[in-house]
């Protein structure tokens, strides 16, 4: 009678478990072993926009600095240099 009773408490337990909201949000299984996210799907989409928007902005800076060297280039290119003396 208690095998009964206990095997319908845990089968009881089991069918609840799926109503629960769920503690972690996403889990990855890889290489590096198991890794839970706990976050929500709305804060990984914001997570990726703002690391996509932190790439931008270092692509930015890399191009702005490229063009500055190029324009001091060009600069040094059109100064009048000294006559090389030996």
């Known amino acids: 009678m208690k095998c ?3 095997v319908g408490l845990i089968a009881a337990g089991l069918f609840a478990i799926p109503s629960l909201p769920a503690l ?7 290489p590096g072993g198991v890794r839970v996210d706990p976050r929500s799907p709305r804060e990984r989409d914001r ?3 703002r690391r996509e ?3 931008e902005e ?3 800076e890399r191009r702005d600095a490229i063009r500055g060297e190029e324009r ?3 600069f040094d290119d059109d100064r009048p240099r000294p006559r090389d003396r030996y």
């Open 58 to 60: 270092f692509r930015e």
């Open 47 to 49: 997570d990726e926009i």
């Open 53 to 55: 928007e932190r790439r």
């Open 72 to 74: 001091r280039r060009e």
């Open 24 to 30: 972690a949000q996403g889990i990855e299984i890889g």
């Open 4 to 6: 009964i009773i206990a």
